[in-house]
């Protein structure tokens, strides 16, 4: 995909999967608003907080997937000039 070269390891794994990173994004909103109204305030925190870590997480994977096509393609540039 990047002339002769393939794409990134992270980048296929995201491109792949994108069924599983967009039912993740479906999923945590409900689940936490879920727990902000059934159950108890303290276990309702604790399940935002392990959601919201998920979340910076899938953020995180997703951000390296889509910017490591653009940083081999500098790298590539780099090297010619």
């Keep these: 995909m990047l002339g ?3 794409l990134p390891p992270v980048t296929n794994f995201v491109v ?3 069924p599983i990173f967009i039912s993740l994004a479906l999923l945590f909103p409900l689940v936490v ?3 902000v109204f059934v159950g108890d305030n303290v276990r ?3 399940v935002s907080g392990f959601i919201l870590l998920a ?3 899938e953020i995180i994977i997703q951000w ?3 910017m490591a096509p653009f940083a081999a393609i500098v790298q ?3 090297g010619q000039g």
């Design 4 to 6: 002769s070269h393939p």
């Design 64 to 66: 390296q997937a889509l």
């Design 33 to 35: 608003i879920l727990f």
């Design 76 to 78: 590539g540039m780099q």
């Design 44 to 46: 309702s925190f604790y």
């Design 16 to 18: 792949y999967n994108r």
């Design 55 to 57: 979340i910076l997480v």
